[in-house]
Every structure is written in C-alpha cells, then in structure tokens.
C-alpha cells in the first residue's frame, strides 16, 4: 500500500458504533469527524477518556476498542476484550483463532527482529557512524562497498520498526524507523516512516520528539505541495491528517499552544481548516483564547498589528464556516467580535466550559478558558465604552462586587489600558486615544508590502517554469504571523503503554508495508 492514500479512512473508527448513554451530541458530532482522520492508536486514549467521563458505558466502549481492533495484531488486547465483552474468565482456553494468530505473530516478530539487529549492528558502529555523512547516496554507497549492507537490508529497519508499531513496542518502533529515514532515499516509504514515529512518540508521551517530528513532518508536505505526487488533492489530504494529529502534541507540549497558531494560522493550514475540516476550528479558538497573555505580550512588544490581525482571521474564518461547524467554544468569540454581543458571549462562555469538560484535547484547560474568556469579554467591553460602573460590569461576568474590583485592577494592568478607577464612584473612566493617521498608513503599507512580495515571488517562480500553488499566490509568505501559547500535560494524553498496538489505521497509514 502507499502511504499517500487513507489504510482504511472509514466514518467512524473502521465502523464503530458507540452508543451515548447521556446528553453528548456535541461531542459525538465531533468525534465522528475526527475519528476517520486518526490512527486506530490515537483513537485508544479517547475511547478510555470518553469511559472516564462516563460520556459512554463501559460496555459500549469496550464494543468499539474491540471493533476497532480486531482486524490488528494485537492479538492479546483483543482477546483479554473478547473475553470482558463475553463474560469469560481471563484464563478461559484460548481459542484456535487467537492461539493461531499470536503463533504467526511471534514468528514475524522474532525473523524481522534477527535480520533488523544486524543491520543496527553496523551502523551503530562508532567507525561507521563517523564515516556517515549528509548525502544519503555516499552513505548507501559506503555501507553496500565497506559492510555489504544492501537497500534490501535497509528495507528490513522500515519492516521491523512497523511490525513493533503493530505490537505496541512504540519506542523500538521510533527507534528503526529514525534509522530507516536517516539512510532511505524512497520518497513515499520515508514519508510513511515519518508517520509512523510521530504516532509511536504520542503514544509514547514523548513530546519534545513528537513536536520535533511533526515539525519535520509538515516542512516534507509543504516541500512536496501541490505539484508532488497526487497534485493539489494529496496535498489536502496530507495537511488535514498533519492538522488532526497535531492535537495531541499541541494541547500536551508546554509550547504547544505557540505552534498551533503560529502553524495552523499559515494561510494553507487554515484554508485547509475551512476547507475539509471547519470542526476544527474549535481548537484553533480555544488557543486564542487560552494564550491570551501571550498575545497581550506580542502587543506590548510591538506586534499589536499582528495580534489584531490574527484575531481577525480566526473571526472571519468562524463567519464564514458558522454554516457547516459551529460550537459553544466557536460561538463566543464570534459573538464577542463578530456581532459585539456581549450578553450572548457570557452565555457561550459559560456554555463552553461544559463542552470542553467532555473533550478529550481541552478538558484540562477549561478552568483557564473561562478566565481567560472573562478577560477578552472585560477587555472589549472597556475598549467600547468610556466610564464603566463595576457593579454592573461585575454582574455581567457573574462576580461580586470585591472580585469585580480585583478583576479590572488586573485587567487594567494586564491589558495596559489608559484607564482611571473611582472607588468612590465605583466606575472606571476611559481614555480612549485615537490611532496616529501616520500609524495607520504605517500598518496598511506594510500589508501591501508583503502582498507585493509573494506576487513577485510567484512571478519569478513561473517565469521559471514552476507551478505556484494558490495558497501561494493569496499571499502566504507575507502573513508574518507569531503567537504565544502555555501549559502541557506532561506524558499523559496519547501514551497508552498497554504493550501493544497496530500500525493499520482510520486515516493515514501510520508505517505501511
């Protein structure tokens, strides 16, 4: 198979039917648009999350895990399943089926194990790791000439290391299939590998390497582009799984937030958001949100322009989608720049703390959402109106009269507004100066600045005999986009640890033989 087509991309997860047993059509509706677009690995930890929070029963779950399941080798998972769903006890014979298959298993895994080793063997070899260099075909000359290694035995690294994917050996898995990418010059299997060990270091919970690969991952994508194999329509497909997978790193990683709106607010990426994956959205707003300081810091450092502009993309982007996707997490912040709806954006807000309690990516970062939330909702209402009564703002944000107080000190320091408070008048006088016209021709010149840029370099590009994508021509090099972000989750979401897993999937093909 190749990894440029979906293993078994399917509408549930390959055909599961999980039954809600309470009030979850929100969460439903999205996990039935994630699913198809995850790795059958990457759908374990969210089916465990669901049963923890009771979203679904512990029967239904365990129906879909084993659905899910058993067309893999992990053959002693699905059978301990096998037997919880039948009622067997866990030392019950093992059936002919079962028996036979662990049998072939073992068999595969201990062969590709004996010819993968010496292999590793040789290029682990102090010598020869010091006479390896950058240009791969030097290397495969080196190896084939000095140790008689053969592209066939190279193959076997990419073979071992899916067939540990397969069994849940995830860090063995991530190990031969670097190796493999470091010498292979087979475009396609490379790419494949590249999958497959971003998916063993999530599931590992090795997020420093997971964030690294899936860097790496979408720079191969970009590279490719429209023009590579399978034209502009592959490329969707890529950059859609890229976007799907990269949830699990950005909501664990301390930075993750930084490298989800830096990359997923590149002009392709959101285009591409908009374009086969509106439901998403949702997460590219609960970043902006969450990393509120971090953007109050990029416009106290000069980036105003920037942030606003941003923000204005996010907007624009949830007006535009508002009829294929929305949400309670979306709504707020469409209803709090979008339409000035302060009343209807308190009610979103408090609507989505209870969506993201059900949410296996946001359920941590609830309790910051809503102050965060809070904060733009105080911050936009101030910027709107010149003397404030903090009782009535107070009301507003469902705090008292002391909080209240507390909460516009901060905001007034945090936010750097030209604000004075009368605690004898209770109210908050605004001075709101107005924008320099200079500032404004400024901002607007350097916009076109960089549109002017990304023509002439489309110009060049086809004046070259190159193709330019149409993303490229809209301007995406001259976006000049930089966000913040905060907060991961150590090794918990993703990383299962059950010792073992299979390397078929909903989506891309994690490692593929």
Known sequence: MSVATPASAVSAPNGVQVASTSSTTATGDILANLFPNLDRHLVLPILDFLESRQSYSHEDVLKAKYDLLKPTNMVTY?????????????????????KQREETVVAT???????????????SNPEVVAALRQDKLHNLTYLKDAHGVTLDQIALLYQFGQFQYSVGHYSG???YLYHFRVLSTDSNLVLSSMWGKLASDI????????????QGLREHIDQRGGAGPGGPLLALQQRTWWLHWSLFVYFNHPA???????????????????TSSPWLLRYLVAAVVISRKSTIRSAAAGNSARSREAVRDVVRALGQEEYQYKDPITEFLRKLYG????????????????????????????????????????????????????GELSDRLGMSRE????????????ARLDAKIDFKENTVQMNHSETPV????????????????AMASAIEIRAAGGTVERDQQRGEGGRGRGRGGRGGRGGGRGGRGTGEASTESTAPVAIEA
């Not at 769903?85 to 079962?98: C, L, R, T, W």
Request: hydrophobic share 40%.
């Open 339 to 390: 339409e000035v709806d302060f009343e209807g954006a308190r009610e979103e807000m408090g609507k989505a703390a209870v969506t993201m309690e059900d949410d296996f990516f946001l359920e941590q970062f609830k309790d910051e959402f809503v102050e965060n939330a809070r904060y733009l909702v105080s911050e936009a209402y101030c910027k709107i109106h010149h003397r404030i009564d903090i």
């Open 109 to 123: 895994l201990n062969e590709l194990q004996s010819q993968a080793q010496k292999v590793m063997e040789v290029i």
């Open 438 to 453: 200079y500032q404004s021709v400024i901002e607007r010149s350097k916009g076109l600045l960089f549109r002017a840029q």
């Open 256 to 274: 993750g937030r930084d490298g989800l709106l830096e990359t997923w607010l590149n002009q392709n990426y959101l285009n591409t958001v908009q």
């Open 203 to 214: 599931l590992e919970g090795s997020w420093d390497a997971a964030l690294e690969e899936l």
């Open 78 to 98: 699905v059978l301990g399943l096998k037997r919880e769903i039948d009622g067997s006890p866990q030392d019950a014979e093992v059936p002919q089926e079962f």
């Open 403 to 414: 909080e209240g107080e507390r909460w516009i000190v901060d905001l007034v320091r945090d």
């Open 173 to 175: 898995a991530s190990d």
